[in-house]
């Protein structure tokens, strides 16, 4: 039985950075958790919230080329902004997916700026089209 690795599934401990970095790493993360699936938690109660006050419900989702890796829905917000706060393993980890990277949508970046973020991402399959 494969075992799947956790890939950006904590809450970040920082404050964010003031602008999000947009780059290939956040791309592929981006593609990755748009290709990913829900393994539990969907309708949760439940908040995981970051240390820059972004929450979202929990779950879990599988991504990857072979859904090796197990994320939470700040995965994208995670990399854009807090990006000091991971590790080489984990950023060479994204760097190896095979993906074409994708922009990430404003909902996807969760910005930390107090807005509407909460639950924006149960529609990220809908919002993709």
């Keep these: 039985m ?3 690795k956790p890939l950006l599934a904590r809450p970040m401990k920082k404050l964010a950075s003031d602008l999000p970095v947009i780059d290939e790493l ?17 309708g949760s109660c439940t908040l995981m919230t970051c240390s820059c006050k972004v929450a979202v ?8 080329e072979h859904a090796e890796f197990y994320t939470s ?3 994208i917000h ?3 902004y807090h990006r000091d706060e ?13 993906f074409e990277g ?6 996807e970046l969760k910005k930390p700026d107090g807005g509407p973020w909460a639950l924006g991402w149960f529609r990220r399959k809908e919002n993709s089209k």
Excluded at 57 to 64: E, N, V
Excluded at 86 to 98: A, C, G, H, T, Y
Excluded at 102 to 107: A, F, N, Q, T
Aim: hydrophobic residues 35%; contains cysteine; aromatic residues 8%.
């Design 2 to 4: 494969r075992e799947e």
């Design 26 to 42: 956040t791309r592929k993360m981006t593609a990755a958790w748009r290709k990913g699936s829900q393994q539990n938690g969907q």
């Design 57 to 64: 419900p929990w779950a879990m989702f599988l991504i990857g």
């Design 73 to 75: 829905a700040l995965c």
């Design 78 to 80: 995670s990399i854009a």
């Design 86 to 98: 991971i590790s080489q393993k984990d950023l060479e980890k994204v760097r190896n997916f095979p």
């Design 102 to 107: 994708e922009d990430p949508r404003e909902g």
